[in-house]
């Protein structure tokens, strides 16, 4: 292999999005990428879908319509969208741990 050829195949690794094995995160198939901030129950609390579905491995529809509508702000327009439902009970995982605000993260 010629040094261009070498330089070429180095560039495509070290450039590429997808390099050493990496999936590029897609907003069709994990949810928006950019986090939500709810201001209540408590406010600056960040959730990232990417955790959720990337990582963990969750389908969107897991929560999306039966727990949480898929519209922007809507989890915070329910009456049940409060800190004992979020501190004492995870519709989703159960009883949340000690500890831990909600779910088994």
Known sequence: MNMVGL????????FSSQSFGEEAYD??????KAP????????GVVFYHKTHTMDAGL???????????????AAEQ???????????????????PQGKASGKH
């Open 7 to 14: 330089a070429a195949v180095i560039g495509l690794l070290v």
């Open 27 to 32: 907003e069709d198939t994990y949810g928006p």
């Open 36 to 43: 939500i901030i709810w201001t209540k129950p408590v406010k």
């Open 59 to 73: 389908s969107c529809d897991m929560c999306h319509d039966t727990l949480f509508e898929m519209a922007a702000g």
């Open 78 to 96: 329910k009456a049940d969208f409060t800190m004992a439902g979020v501190k004492g009970y995870n519709k989703l995982t159960g009883p949340a």
